[in-house]
């Protein structure tokens, strides 16, 4: 049996996926990146190697991804996270049909990237710059609030009235807003459901440049919370397909182009 | 010394030092530690030391960079420098007046910072950039040379920029320039803005335009033209014989080189990619996606984009780059060898076939790049537009629908020139790359 890994080495968070060679998921990790994170993907992707009774020279190959793709030496090559991101979406949005358009909102980035049936990319967009409306804005949202990153999705659900608009877009100054609304007497489910609504918003007009016919998928960390999803869809006036694991899709991706690369490696061989 | 405090009109507490003795106070920082220096020199290693198989001869190159942008030596003496602010300015009658022109759009983030000071928040890096080294007469080595600057009226932001140059104490020529290009109105317009250029440039070099000073200055710029020609055709060979990143560091040199010098390299370059091209030697991967770079332009050291496409694994083949293709490419025309002919034929060669987005309508354009991608067998199109370069912006999608039409995936990138966006674009860069690689293996 031949296994082969995905490193995704995000600016929030590293995921692993372990597939074997008839590309099921053996093991997959979640592990916060820090500041020394090539030597905090190493040690998860031991970690993670150990738990599954592996030694390092039992995995046949490895591709890296994310924004320290290129440092993880222990890697056999890198990929850019769109590639990896396609190639994942179409594999884990299969169940649900061909995935046409992926909505990745990462620690830092967004991105939409339009893909064709064959996972190949075929246009995409990412957000320039500035980080607003990413994940990042949404943990800096928590903490104002003092409540859990977990808990923004209950506190939407739990919306009675409507979402209040919030009109910054930079997470510097949202803080201040949110701290103005705060005194104002409002309560903390309209602020969170009005910051999803204002994210959602964002994403939805950057995906258009890509256009969104057919299934949209959408994934990375904050498509776990249920508060953005439901606002996402509202915004696009359809269902959006939400993976079972929507952090590690791109690590997925990663582990199936790792697979795909040792097969044409044994082929040329 | 003294120091005083001025409030300035945006409300800042501004220190002025008065000195009383200037020799003690001033302290002139050696050309090599200045920013600039810095910037370029950081560029030029890339350029240099990151690829594997840089021709011999772009070595002249290396070193004239090396030598105007790194240790501020330039390449001139006595002759008399006329600034130009943009591609549109006929060189032919620069060098007939007995000048030299030298191109002042600066791809330098320090000046681009420092010229913020002159400009809106949100405008276009190169303008910026340009008044801040004018504004700075320390900085680049021609720079002190420059009396005059002519400034064709393109763009808005060129157009008020030329005001605050002159505020700057420069002298400013404001060239004429209508806003639409096909009409007869608008030729004639421009050929009557030629025509008093040729007229006022005696009172900026001192000589008068003569019908031989004209021939011979049109027969300097006719054989630069023809090398980069030459050069411009080596690139559609496949295997490619070139780097795109060589090739801006050739036109760029255009900027700033005596024109003599210039020729002689490219016309050397091309004998040995000739060499390159019958060894069926690769300068990239065989199979690298081709690339055709269009946009606002690159100039060093804001070579950014051309260096992450190439460092990804493409090849940049072709451009369409007022900094580059643009400004070599269309060879005037003359149907008599008489001034006024010559004159006229100069105006139209600097109007007609100019694909500048600040023209009202530019089908030109659109033309262009579909026959450019057909020609150099491009997989595909990188759109570079400077935040606040509104023109190239507001062209974005009408230019990426056609091509996207014919086919041809377009990647668009809005940047500037400060490094701070390296690590976002290198991601989307080599998404791109991957994509068309994915794409021409299923071919």
Redesign the interface.
């Given at each position: 049996m031949n296994y082969f890994a995905g490193v995704d080495i995000g600016s929030t968070a590293i995921k692993i996926v372990l597939i074997d060679d008839t590309k099921n998921i053996i093991s997959s990790k979640v592990t916060p990146t820090g500041s020394q994170f090539r030597k905090n993907a190493v040690d998860a992707l031991h970690a993670m190697l150990a738990d599954c009774n592996l030694a390092f020279d039992e995995l046949a190959y490895v591709i890296s991804t994310g924004?320290g793709r290129k440092l993880l030496k222990e890697a056999d090559e890198s990929?850019?996270?769109?590639?990896a991101n396609a190639i994942g979406a179409m594999e884990a949005g299969r169940e649900h049909g061909v995935i046409n358009t992926i909505i990745n909102i990462g620690g830092q980035?967004t991105k939409a990237i339009q893909i064709d049936e064959?996972g190949?990319?075929?246009?995409?967009a990412?957000n320039?710059?500035c980080a607003a409306g990413t994940g990042k804005f949404l943990d800096v949202t928590a903490r104002n609030l003092e409540i859990e990153l977990e808990e923004l999705g209950d506190y939407h659900l739990n919306l009675k009235t409507a979402p209040l608009p919030i009109n910054s877009t930079c997470v510097v100054f949202a803080e201040s807003e949110i701290i103005g609304l705060l005194a104002d007497g409002h309560g903390k489910e309209e602020i969170v459901a009005g910051i999803h609504y204002s994210i959602a918003k964002r994403t939805i007009r950057l995906a258009k440049r890509v256009g969104l016919e057919g299934l949209v998928y959408f994934d990375g960390g904050p498509a776990l919370n249920k508060g953005l999803v439901a606002s996402m869809e509202d915004e696009l006036g359809k269902k959006i397909v939400i993976p079972d694991f929507p952090q590690i899709t791109t690590a997925l991706g990663a582990s199936v182009l790792a697979y795909e690369a040792y097969l044409d490696e044994m082929e040329s061989a | 010394m003294n120091r005083l405090l001025m409030v300035t009109s945006s409300g800042w507490k501004k220190e002025i030092k008065v000195s009383n003795d200037p020799k003690t106070d001033e302290k002139k920082t050696a050309f090599n530690l200045t920013h600039q220096a810095i910037e370029a020199e950081s560029m030029l290693r890339r350029i240099k030391d990151d690829f594997p198989d840089n021709p011999e001869s772009m070595n002249y190159f290396y070193d004239l960079y090396q030598q105007v942008y790194c240790e501020g030596r330039s390449v001139y003496d006595k002759e008399k420098i006329v600034g130009t602010m943009c591609v549109q300015v006929p060189e032919e009658l620069i060098y007939a007046a007995g000048g030299v022109p030298v191109r002042l759009c600066s791809g330098f983030y320090t000046d681009d910072q420092h010229g913020a000071e002159f400009m809106p928040a949100k405008s276009c890096s190169l303008v910026k950039a340009t008044l801040g080294m004018l504004s700075n007469k320390s900085t680049l080595p021609f720079i002190n040379k420059v009396k005059t600057v002519v400034s064709p009226t393109t763009c808005d932001q060129k157009r008020k920029a030329g005001a605050i140059i002159e505020e700057m104490g420069y002298d400013v020529y404001n060239m004429e320039l209508p806003p639409l290009k096909e009409s007869e109105e608008a030729r004639l317009y421009w050929q009557r803005s030629i025509h008093k250029f040729s007229v006022s440039l005696k009172e900026i070099t001192g000589n008068k335009i003569t019908k031989d000073s004209l021939k011979k200055a049109i027969g300097k710029t006719a054989a630069a033209q023809k090398a980069y020609r030459k050069l411009h055709n080596l690139r559609k060979e496949t295997p490619p014989v070139l780097l795109g990143k060589d090739v801006f560091m050739i036109t760029n040199a255009y900027f700033f080189d005596k024109i003599e010098n210039w020729t002689a390299a490219v016309n050397k370059l091309n004998e040995e990619l000739e060499q390159r091209k019958e060894e069926k030697f690769s300068a990239a991967q065989r199979r690298a996606p081709r690339i055709l770079f269009t946009g606002s332009p690159a100039i060093f050291p804001n070579l950014k984009l051309p260096v992450l496409i190439e460092e990804s694994g493409g090849v940049i083949v072709a451009d369409e780059n007022c900094s580059s293709n643009r400004m070599l490419y269309d060879m005037i025309t003359v149907d008599e060898w008489n001034m006024s002919n010559m004159v006229d034929g100069i105006a139209d060669n600097y109007l007609k076939p100019c694909t500048c987005p600040i023209f009202t309508n530019n089908d030109d354009r659109k033309r262009k790049l579909i026959n450019m991608s057909q020609e150099f067998a491009v997989d595909g199109v990188v759109y570079q537009t400077f935040?606040g370069c509104q023109v190239y912006s507001m062209e974005q999608s009408s230019i990426t629908k056609v091509l996207r039409d014919e086919g041809i995936?377009v990647l668009l990138v809005?940047?500037d020139y400060s490094p701070?966006?390296m690590?976002?674009l290198s991601?989307?860069v080599?998404?791109?790359i991957?994509?068309l690689k994915?794409?021409k293996r299923?071919k």
């Open positions: 924004y990929v850019s996270e769109i590639t980035d064959s190949t990319v075929t246009n995409f990412m320039e710059k | 935040s995936p809005e940047s701070d966006d690590g976002q991601t989307r080599e998404a791109f991957e994509s994915a794409k299923r």
